[in-house]
């Protein structure tokens, strides 16, 4: 009983290992960039995954490494500017960081324009229609919901 329990054990330990082997001791995942599971609300388009908002587009690694560098300069200056106005409230403070954080948006924005060819330009540009439109409906519905309710918002 002993020697069938220990090669039944040891039969089910092969497969194991054979599939861990074949990808080596870091896993499936060891020749993705280290940020490839960032499930962050500033990566790309806030997504999980690599570059989440730029699947589809059939960039070439050197389009995906300039644009990961530009945006990942864009959070970072975002970053920055949101603190140093955090401090500062007033109104005239927040419509500087507004325009502060979208002239650093138009930056990024350009840099990635730039790397795009022209189909990958249009279909940029048909999604981006397409996400300012579901923004559009989301704040009527808001507007909505907040008369519905009786709230100012």
Do not use: V
């Not at 990808?23 to 499930?39: F, L, N, S, T, V």
């Not at 930056?107 to 189909?119: M, S, V, Y």
Request: hydrophobic share 35%; with cysteine.
């Amino acid at each position: 009983m002993r020697k069938t329990l220990s090669m039944l054990l040891l039969a089910a330990a092969l497969p194991a290992a054979a599939i861990a082997a074949e990808h080596g001791e870091r896993g499936p995942a060891c020749d993705m960039d280290p940020g490839y599971y960032h499930k962050g609300a500033d990566g790309m388009a806030g997504m999980p995954g690599k570059m989440g908002g730029m699947h589809g587009f059939n960039l070439n690694p050197e389009q995906r490494k300039t644009m990961h560098k530009a945006y990942q300069e864009a959070a970072q200056e975002k970053r920055e500017i949101t603190q140093r106005y955090l401090d500062k409230l007033s109104e005239a403070d927040k419509e500087a960081m507004q325009k502060e954080l979208q002239a650093s948006r138009d930056k990024a924005d350009k840099a990635f324009r730039d790397q795009l060819t022209p189909e990958q330009l249009k279909a940029f540009d048909e999604r981006k229609a397409e996400q300012e439109k579901r923004r559009a409906e989301w704040e009527e519905f808001r507007k909505w919901k907040a008369e519905k309710e009786g709230k100012p918002q």
